[in-house]
Protein backbone atom coordinates (compact mmCIF):
# COMPACT_ATOMS: atom_id res chain seq x y z
CA UNK A 1 0.00 0.00 0.00
CA UNK A 2 1.09 3.20 -1.18
CA UNK A 3 1.84 6.09 1.65
CA UNK A 4 -0.73 8.91 1.86
CA UNK A 5 2.09 11.40 2.46
CA UNK A 6 4.46 10.37 -0.86
CA UNK A 7 1.19 10.41 -3.29
CA UNK A 8 0.36 13.69 -2.12
CA UNK A 9 3.94 14.97 -2.36
CA UNK A 10 3.72 13.25 -6.22
CA UNK A 11 0.37 15.12 -6.73
CA UNK A 12 1.69 18.56 -4.98
CA UNK A 13 5.42 18.45 -6.26
CA UNK A 14 6.07 22.08 -4.74
CA UNK A 15 4.58 20.86 -0.97
CA UNK A 16 2.26 23.54 -1.41
CA UNK A 17 -0.79 23.08 1.08
CA UNK A 18 -3.82 24.42 2.42
CA UNK A 19 -3.98 25.57 6.25
CA UNK A 20 -6.79 22.34 6.68
CA UNK A 21 -3.89 19.92 4.57
CA UNK A 22 -1.41 21.18 7.08
CA UNK A 23 -3.43 20.18 9.76
CA UNK A 24 -4.59 16.70 8.19
CA UNK A 25 -1.13 16.20 7.84
CA UNK A 26 0.40 17.27 11.42
CA UNK A 27 -2.85 14.82 12.96
CA UNK A 28 -1.15 11.63 10.68
CA UNK A 29 2.44 11.86 11.51
CA UNK A 30 1.18 12.77 15.34
CA UNK A 31 -0.85 9.70 14.59
CA UNK A 32 2.17 7.76 13.59
CA UNK A 33 4.60 9.27 16.09
CA UNK A 34 2.48 8.20 18.91
CA UNK A 35 1.28 4.47 17.82
CA UNK A 36 5.24 4.02 17.92
CA UNK A 37 5.77 5.48 20.91
CA UNK A 38 2.74 3.26 22.15
CA UNK A 39 4.42 0.16 20.79
CA UNK A 40 7.82 0.82 21.93
CA UNK A 41 6.54 1.85 25.46
CA UNK A 42 4.99 -1.66 25.65
CA UNK A 43 7.39 -3.15 25.36
CA UNK A 44 10.20 -1.51 27.51
CA UNK A 45 7.51 -1.79 30.20
CA UNK A 46 8.34 -5.70 29.25
CA UNK A 47 11.43 -5.19 29.27
CA UNK A 48 11.77 -3.37 32.38
CA UNK A 49 11.18 -7.13 34.04
CA UNK A 50 12.08 -9.42 31.38
CA UNK A 51 15.62 -9.92 29.49
CA UNK A 52 15.68 -10.60 26.18
CA UNK A 53 18.25 -11.61 23.75
CA UNK A 54 20.56 -12.08 26.42
CA UNK A 55 20.61 -8.44 27.31
CA UNK A 56 19.91 -7.89 31.01
CA UNK A 57 16.23 -6.58 31.82
CA UNK A 58 15.81 -2.91 32.20
CA UNK A 59 15.34 -2.49 35.76
CA UNK A 60 18.60 -4.38 36.59
CA UNK A 61 20.55 -2.31 33.86
CA UNK A 62 19.43 0.95 35.53
CA UNK A 63 19.95 -0.54 38.73
CA UNK A 64 23.21 -1.69 38.20
CA UNK A 65 24.77 2.39 38.98
CA UNK A 66 23.59 1.99 42.44
CA UNK A 67 24.40 -1.69 43.19
CA UNK A 68 28.40 -1.06 42.28
CA UNK A 69 28.33 1.65 44.74
CA UNK A 70 30.32 0.10 48.21
CA UNK A 71 27.64 -1.72 50.60
CA UNK A 72 28.67 1.22 53.17
CA UNK A 73 27.43 4.30 50.79
CA UNK A 74 23.63 2.41 50.68
CA UNK A 75 20.84 0.98 52.70
CA UNK A 76 20.57 -2.91 52.75
CA UNK A 77 17.38 -4.08 52.64
CA UNK A 78 16.35 -7.39 52.21
CA UNK A 79 18.34 -10.34 54.52
CA UNK A 80 20.66 -12.01 51.93
CA UNK A 81 21.93 -8.92 50.76
CA UNK A 82 21.04 -8.38 47.64
CA UNK A 83 20.81 -4.66 46.08
CA UNK A 84 17.18 -3.27 46.19
CA UNK A 85 15.32 -0.41 46.22
CA UNK A 86 13.12 0.99 48.68
CA UNK A 87 9.08 1.58 47.82
CA UNK A 88 7.04 3.51 50.73
CA UNK A 89 3.70 3.30 48.51
CA UNK A 90 1.12 0.14 47.35
CA UNK A 91 1.32 2.16 43.54
CA UNK A 92 4.93 2.94 43.93
CA UNK A 93 5.95 -0.48 41.85
CA UNK A 94 3.36 -0.06 38.72
CA UNK A 95 3.75 3.74 38.37
CA UNK A 96 7.67 3.30 38.21
CA UNK A 97 7.22 0.40 35.61
CA UNK A 98 5.41 2.44 33.57
CA UNK A 99 7.33 5.43 34.17
CA UNK A 100 10.62 3.98 32.90
CA UNK A 101 8.47 2.17 30.09
CA UNK A 102 7.34 5.39 28.42
CA UNK A 103 10.74 6.99 28.74
CA UNK A 104 12.61 4.13 27.03
CA UNK A 105 9.75 4.48 24.65
CA UNK A 106 10.17 7.84 23.67
CA UNK A 107 13.92 7.19 23.22
CA UNK A 108 13.50 4.07 20.72
CA UNK A 109 10.76 5.76 18.77
CA UNK A 110 13.08 8.70 18.53
CA UNK A 111 13.80 7.80 14.79
CA UNK A 112 10.53 7.33 14.12
CA UNK A 113 9.15 10.60 15.18
CA UNK A 114 12.46 12.44 14.39
CA UNK A 115 11.46 11.44 10.68
CA UNK A 116 8.08 12.32 10.87
CA UNK A 117 9.01 15.65 12.33
CA UNK A 118 11.37 16.11 9.20
CA UNK A 119 8.44 14.82 6.94
CA UNK A 120 6.00 17.58 8.41
CA UNK A 121 9.07 20.36 7.86
CA UNK A 122 10.25 19.38 4.50
CA UNK A 123 7.46 20.55 2.34
CA UNK A 124 8.41 24.16 3.85
CA UNK A 125 11.97 24.24 2.51
CA UNK A 126 13.47 24.13 -0.85
CA UNK A 127 14.61 21.20 -2.63
CA UNK A 128 18.50 21.59 -1.98
CA UNK A 129 17.76 21.61 1.53
CA UNK A 130 15.62 18.71 2.08
CA UNK A 131 18.27 16.69 0.48
CA UNK A 132 20.32 17.61 4.05
CA UNK A 133 17.69 16.71 6.29
CA UNK A 134 17.58 13.03 6.47
CA UNK A 135 21.11 13.70 7.36
CA UNK A 136 20.56 15.97 9.78
CA UNK A 137 17.70 13.66 11.30
CA UNK A 138 20.15 10.69 11.25
CA UNK A 139 22.75 12.92 13.23
CA UNK A 140 20.51 13.85 15.67
CA UNK A 141 19.47 10.39 16.49
CA UNK A 142 23.03 9.56 16.87
CA UNK A 143 23.59 12.67 19.28
CA UNK A 144 20.55 11.84 21.56
CA UNK A 145 21.86 8.16 22.01
CA UNK A 146 25.03 9.33 22.65
CA UNK A 147 23.87 11.90 25.50
CA UNK A 148 22.33 8.74 26.86
CA UNK A 149 24.93 6.93 26.91
CA UNK A 150 27.22 9.22 28.54
CA UNK A 151 24.79 9.60 31.16
CA UNK A 152 24.34 6.43 32.22
CA UNK A 153 28.07 5.80 32.22
CA UNK A 154 28.49 9.03 34.91
CA UNK A 155 25.78 7.69 37.10
CA UNK A 156 28.09 5.48 39.48
CA UNK A 157 30.49 8.21 39.57
CA UNK A 158 27.71 11.11 40.54
CA UNK A 159 25.75 8.40 42.96
CA UNK A 160 29.15 7.71 44.69
CA UNK A 161 29.86 11.11 45.39
CA UNK A 162 26.64 12.41 46.74
CA UNK A 163 25.67 9.48 49.10
CA UNK A 164 29.88 9.07 50.09
CA UNK A 165 29.39 12.28 51.57
CA UNK A 166 28.87 12.14 55.53
CA UNK A 167 28.41 8.11 55.17
CA UNK A 168 30.51 7.70 58.90
CA UNK A 169 27.43 9.43 59.94
CA UNK A 170 24.50 8.27 58.03
CA UNK A 171 23.01 5.84 55.34
CA UNK A 172 20.99 6.86 52.69
CA UNK A 173 18.15 4.66 51.34
CA UNK A 174 16.74 5.64 48.11
CA UNK A 175 13.51 4.97 47.12
CA UNK A 176 12.72 3.32 43.27
CA UNK A 177 10.79 6.33 42.69
CA UNK A 178 13.66 9.27 43.66
CA UNK A 179 16.40 7.00 41.88
CA UNK A 180 14.86 6.04 38.71
CA UNK A 181 13.41 10.16 38.66
CA UNK A 182 17.17 10.69 38.75
CA UNK A 183 18.61 8.33 36.12
CA UNK A 184 15.70 9.07 33.71
CA UNK A 185 15.65 12.82 33.83
CA UNK A 186 19.65 12.73 33.55
CA UNK A 187 19.63 10.45 30.38
CA UNK A 188 16.75 12.74 28.79
CA UNK A 189 18.26 15.99 29.52
CA UNK A 190 22.31 14.60 28.10
CA UNK A 191 20.36 13.54 25.56
CA UNK A 192 18.51 16.27 24.45
CA UNK A 193 21.68 18.77 25.34
CA UNK A 194 23.73 16.97 23.11
CA UNK A 195 20.86 18.10 20.10
CA UNK A 196 22.16 21.87 20.77
CA UNK A 197 25.08 21.66 18.44
CA UNK A 198 23.52 20.13 15.53
CA UNK A 199 20.90 23.45 16.15
CA UNK A 200 24.01 25.81 15.55
CA UNK A 201 25.09 23.75 12.59
CA UNK A 202 21.41 23.67 11.30
CA UNK A 203 21.55 28.03 11.52
CA UNK A 204 24.23 28.44 10.18
CA UNK A 205 23.18 26.24 7.00
CA UNK A 206 19.89 28.32 6.97
CA UNK A 207 22.22 31.49 6.55
CA UNK A 208 20.92 32.75 10.15
CA UNK A 209 24.63 32.50 11.76
CA UNK A 210 28.35 32.73 10.38
CA UNK A 211 31.20 31.28 11.13
CA UNK A 212 32.64 34.65 12.23
CA UNK A 213 29.67 34.86 14.43
CA UNK A 214 30.75 31.90 15.96
CA UNK A 215 34.82 32.25 16.38
CA UNK A 216 33.99 36.16 18.01
CA UNK A 217 31.57 34.55 20.66
CA UNK A 218 33.07 31.32 21.37
CA UNK A 219 33.98 32.34 24.50
CA UNK A 220 31.04 33.62 25.76
CA UNK A 221 29.10 30.69 24.35
CA UNK A 222 31.26 28.35 26.36
CA UNK A 223 30.98 30.18 29.62
CA UNK A 224 27.06 29.91 28.68
CA UNK A 225 27.53 25.88 28.24
CA UNK A 226 28.80 25.76 31.68
CA UNK A 227 26.20 27.86 32.89
CA UNK A 228 23.59 25.42 31.73
CA UNK A 229 24.75 22.38 33.04
CA UNK A 230 25.26 23.82 36.01
CA UNK A 231 21.48 24.21 36.13
CA UNK A 232 19.99 21.22 34.14
CA UNK A 233 21.41 18.70 35.91
CA UNK A 234 19.30 17.07 38.19
CA UNK A 235 21.68 15.63 40.81
CA UNK A 236 23.72 18.88 41.02
CA UNK A 237 26.55 17.15 41.88
CA UNK A 238 29.86 18.32 40.42
CA UNK A 239 30.38 15.30 38.15
CA UNK A 240 27.71 15.28 36.33
CA UNK A 241 27.84 19.18 35.83
CA UNK A 242 31.41 19.00 34.53
CA UNK A 243 30.92 15.90 32.27
CA UNK A 244 28.08 17.80 30.37
CA UNK A 245 29.88 20.78 30.61
CA UNK A 246 32.92 19.44 28.71
CA UNK A 247 31.33 17.16 26.44
CA UNK A 248 29.33 20.25 25.06
CA UNK A 249 32.16 22.26 24.83
CA UNK A 250 33.64 19.54 22.62
CA UNK A 251 30.39 19.18 20.25
CA UNK A 252 30.70 23.03 20.22
CA UNK A 253 33.91 23.36 18.75
CA UNK A 254 33.09 20.60 16.47
CA UNK A 255 30.00 22.55 15.33
CA UNK A 256 31.85 25.66 14.80
CA UNK A 257 34.63 23.82 12.37
CA UNK A 258 31.59 22.30 10.36
CA UNK A 259 30.22 26.01 10.11
CA UNK A 260 33.66 27.58 9.30
CA UNK A 261 34.09 24.55 6.04
CA UNK A 262 30.28 25.24 5.19
CA UNK A 263 31.26 29.21 5.05
CA UNK A 264 34.23 28.25 2.99
CA UNK A 265 33.00 26.15 0.87
CA UNK A 266 29.86 29.13 0.33
CA UNK A 267 32.64 31.51 -0.25
CA UNK A 268 34.02 29.60 -2.84
CA UNK A 269 30.82 28.89 -4.74
CA UNK A 270 30.04 32.80 -4.47
CA UNK A 271 33.48 33.52 -5.71
CA UNK A 272 32.51 30.79 -9.40
CA UNK A 273 29.26 32.66 -9.84
CA UNK A 274 30.64 35.89 -9.52
CA UNK A 275 29.40 37.66 -6.49
CA UNK A 276 32.34 38.70 -4.59
CA UNK A 277 32.37 42.36 -5.51
CA UNK A 278 28.16 42.60 -4.81
CA UNK A 279 27.84 45.25 -2.28
CA UNK A 280 24.65 43.74 -0.77
CA UNK A 281 23.68 47.03 0.82
CA UNK A 282 23.91 48.95 -2.76
CA UNK A 283 20.56 48.93 -4.85
CA UNK A 284 20.73 47.27 -8.08
CA UNK A 285 20.33 49.75 -11.13
CA UNK A 286 17.73 50.29 -12.67
CA UNK A 287 17.73 49.70 -16.79
CA UNK A 288 16.76 53.27 -18.55
CA UNK A 289 17.94 52.09 -21.99
CA UNK A 290 14.50 53.11 -23.40
CA UNK A 291 12.75 49.78 -26.00
CA UNK A 292 12.46 49.70 -29.17
CA UNK A 293 9.26 51.19 -30.06
CA UNK A 294 6.73 49.09 -32.98
CA UNK A 295 6.33 51.30 -36.16
CA UNK A 296 3.20 53.11 -37.01
CA UNK A 297 0.43 50.78 -37.96
CA UNK A 298 -1.29 50.96 -41.27
CA UNK A 299 -4.60 52.68 -41.33
CA UNK A 300 -4.99 51.81 -44.76
CA UNK A 301 -5.82 54.14 -47.49
CA UNK A 302 -8.70 56.53 -47.37
CA UNK A 303 -12.11 55.90 -48.42
CA UNK A 304 -13.48 57.62 -51.42
CA UNK A 305 -16.44 60.18 -51.17
CA UNK A 306 -19.31 59.61 -52.98
CA UNK A 307 -22.02 62.71 -54.65
CA UNK A 308 -25.09 63.17 -52.84
CA UNK A 309 -26.90 61.79 -55.26
CA UNK A 310 -25.28 58.23 -54.60
CA UNK A 311 -25.74 58.24 -50.71
CA UNK A 312 -30.05 59.81 -51.30
CA UNK A 313 -31.70 62.30 -50.11
CA UNK A 314 -34.72 62.36 -47.53
CA UNK A 315 -38.24 61.98 -48.99
CA UNK A 316 -41.35 63.33 -48.48
CA UNK A 317 -44.24 61.82 -47.34
CA UNK A 318 -45.14 60.93 -50.78
CA UNK A 319 -42.30 59.18 -51.57
CA UNK A 320 -40.97 61.70 -53.55
CA UNK A 321 -38.03 63.45 -53.24
CA UNK A 322 -38.38 66.96 -51.39
CA UNK A 323 -36.83 69.97 -53.73
CA UNK A 324 -33.71 71.80 -51.66
CA UNK A 325 -34.85 74.39 -49.44
CA UNK A 326 -32.76 77.88 -49.34
CA UNK A 327 -31.00 78.23 -46.39
CA UNK A 328 -32.06 81.59 -45.03
CA UNK A 329 -31.20 83.71 -42.14
CA UNK A 330 -33.95 84.29 -39.69
CA UNK A 331 -32.63 87.47 -38.22
CA UNK A 332 -30.84 89.12 -41.17
CA UNK A 333 -28.63 91.83 -40.62
CA UNK A 334 -28.85 95.09 -41.43
CA UNK A 335 -26.49 96.34 -44.10
CA UNK A 336 -25.30 99.79 -43.77
CA UNK A 337 -25.38 102.04 -46.71
CA UNK A 338 -22.76 105.11 -48.16
CA UNK A 339 -26.13 107.42 -48.16
CA UNK A 340 -26.66 107.09 -44.40
CA UNK A 341 -22.91 108.04 -43.90
CA UNK A 342 -22.98 112.13 -42.68
Not at 35 to 41: D, K, N, Q, S, Y
Not at 265 to 287: F, H, K, Q, V
Request: net charge neutral; proline share 7%; hydrophobic share 45%.
Amino acid sequence: MKSPFRRKRRLNPDGTMTLVEHLYELRNRLGISLAAILVTTVFGYIWFEVAFLGFPSLGDLLKEPYCSLPDSARAVLTADGSCRLLGTTPFDQFMLRLKVGATAGVILACPVWLYQLWGFITPGLMRTERRYALGFVSVAAVLFVAGAVLAYLIIPQALGFLLTIGSEIQTTALTGTSYFSLVVNLIVIFGVSFLIPLLVVALNAAGVVSYAALKKARRGLVFGLFVFAAIATPGQDPISMLALAFALSLLFEAAIQVCRLNDRRRARRRSAEGWDDADLDTPSRIDTTPSELDGPSDIGSPSELRSPSEIGSPTGAAGTAAPPQPATDPQPRPTAGYDDIT
